[in-house]
């Protein structure tokens, strides 16, 4: 009885284009973001970029540093890290729901309460 055995170049060849399809997909996600957000996003305060960072971190459990480092790499996390710090911030920030984020915790439930939203926990 044959068997079809798969090589290792096969194997490597189809994680290559795996791979590929990925990084492309990542490329089309990233720009529909651009097009949706860009306007939103450039347009922030300090403060409201503060805040929107904080909102990502509670969200995603990441702080915007390593966010950014996993989705750009190093070299644009420590750029946009650098910019932050100009302008008295920093992507590293935590949120602290329980001290210094207590109003925003309470904002946040007070939306979620009013659109209806369930904690999954």
């Known amino acids: 009885m044959l ?3 798969r090589s290792p170049q096969g194997k490597q060849d189809k994680e290559k284009r795996e791979a590929e399809k990925q990084a492309a997909q990542a490329k089309r996600d990233e720009k529909e973001l651009k097009r949706e957000f860009a ?3 450039t347009n922030l305060s300090v403060y409201q970029g503060k805040v929107l ?3 990502i971190n509670r969200e995603t459990g990441n702080n915007c540093y390593n966010l ?3 989705f750009k790499g ?3 996390a420590g750029l946009w890290q650098a910019v932050a710090f100009v302008f008295g911030s920093s992507l590293k920030q935590q ?3 329980l001290e210094a984020d207590q109003e925003i915790e309470k904002i946040v439930k007070e939306v979620q309460k009013l659109y209806g939203y369930r ?3």
């Open 74 to 76: 190093s070299f644009s």
């Open 3 to 5: 068997t079809k055995s």
């Open 119 to 121: 904690d999954r926990g």
């Open 68 to 70: 950014v480092k996993e």
């Open 53 to 55: 960072m904080k909102l």
């Open 95 to 97: 949120y602290d729901p």
């Open 39 to 41: 306007d939103k996003i």
